[in-house]
T-cell receptor, first 113, second 114 residues
Framework: QQQVKQSPQSLIVQKGGISIINCAYE??????FPWYQQFPGKGPALLIA?????SEKKEGRFTISFNKSAKQFSLHIMDSQPGDSATYFC????????????FGQGTELSVKP | SAVISQKPSRDICQRGTSLTIQCQVD?????MFWYRQQPGQSLTLIAT?????????ESGFVIDKFPISRPNLTFSTLTVSNMSPEDSSIYLC???????????FGPGTRLTVL
């Protein structure tokens, strides 16, 4: 119940294309869903986050789509660039449990020029 | 966001020894956490570092193996004790802003145990 399942494990996209990464969860108590971007040798960086009261959140080229009934959320990277090549992690937490993030397995994104 | 530093950035240690990792934040924060990221894997929460009291450990992690201190609101240490090669991982500290649950990570400490 505490798992967050992420797919695909790896993704290759052409420059200018749309990258889509999906996550699914079981625990309906989760109420905070962030996405992190991690470059090799670096710590994860918070990219964008959403709460269940909205179905979509957009920040620049990054959009989270959230489907509460399906217990799924996804990250869309529009106009993907080679600089977006990194590992992306979805996560989930329960606010009243003090920020214990449960992470997905990660997606290694490669954007080809 | 918060500026988080960790020391050391990396280390190579011998089996059976211990290593203490430091985490420093540039502002006072309520919540601090320690995570482990095994090679090529995702992040797993080790424990919540509580200021002035014992850390709260997740299932599978124990205080004898991973003692944690948090003497004030901007500093915490994680010790990896009696190390074995299976402890080779990246260890990351993070802090959370309670107002919006945003959690920020330090650069990590890459530990290799021979």
């Amino acid at each position: 119940q505490q798992q967050v399942k992420q797919s695909p494990q790896s993704l290759i996209v052409q420059k200018g294309g749309i990258s889509i990464i999906n996550c699914a969860y079981e625990n309906t108590a989760f109420d905070y869903f962030p996405w992190y971007q991690q470059f090799p040798g670096k710590g994860p960086a918070l990219l964008i986050a959403i709460r269940p009261d909205v179905s979509e959140k957009k920040e620049g080229r990054f959009t989270i789509s959230f489907n509460k009934s399906a217990k799924q959320f996804s990250l869309h990277i529009m106009d993907s660039q080679p600089g977006d090549s990194a590992t992306y992690f979805c996560a989930a937490s329960i606010s009243y449990q003090g920020g214990k993030l449960i992470f997905g397995q990660g997606t290694e994104l490669s954007v080809k020029p | 966001s918060a500026v988080i530093s960790q020391k050391p950035s990396r280390d190579i240690c011998q089996r059976g020894t211990s290593l203490t990792i430091q985490c420093q934040v540039d502002s006072q924060v309520t919540m601090m956490f320690w995570y482990r990221q095994q090679p090529g894997q995702s992040l797993t929460l080790i424990a919540t570092a509580n200021q002035g009291s014992e850390a709260t450990y997740e299932s599978g992690f124990v205080i004898d193996k991973f003692p944690i201190s948090r003497p004030n609101l901007t500093f915490s240490t994680l010790t990896v004790s009696n190390m074995s090669p299976e402890d080779s991982s990246i260890y990351l500290c993070s802090v959370e802003h309670l107002a919006n649950n945003e959690q920020f990570f330090g650069p990590g400490t890459r530990l290799t145990v021979l």
